[in-house]
């Protein structure tokens, strides 16, 4: 069974700067999987922050496009997400998500807060 272990997330002031990581358990695992990013905030529907596919090529939810920056490392088995000059209303967990081949993994979600 793989697992994706999320880290980076925490307490951050508006227009501060957060960078998030999701490593795979097993090596070698992600480079044929499209990886994405969703957020969750308390009340609200989970949705998609950003997307990027095997080749690399990259897609943003409309309100993080400029801020943030999804980029893959196959070598290192992981998926990244830079936010900068974040918001309160950036303040969800957030997920990683890998998936493809009728495969679906995700990970177990980090906390980010935005706040003064």
């Known amino acids: 069974q793989v697992q994706f272990v999320e880290s980076g997330g925490g307490l951050v002031q508006p227009g501060g700067s957060l960078s998030l990581s999701c490593a795979a358990s097993?090596?070698?695992?992600?480079?044929?999987?499209?990886g994405e990013w969703y957020r969750q905030a308390p009340g609200k529907q989970r949705e998609l922050v950003a997307s990027?596919?095997?080749?690399?090529?990259?897609d943003y939810a409309g309100s993080t496009e400029g801020r943030f920056a999804i980029s893959r490392d196959n070598a290192k088995n992981a998926i990244y997400l830079q936010m900068n000059r974040l918001k309160p209303e950036d303040t969800a967990m957030y997920y990683c998500r890998i998936w493809g081949y009728g495969d679906d993994y995700w990970g177990q979600g980090t906390q980010v807060t935005v706040s003064s």
């Open positions: 990027i596919s095997t080749r690399g090529s990259t």
């Open positions: 097993r090596p070698s695992f992600i480079s044929r999987y499209t």
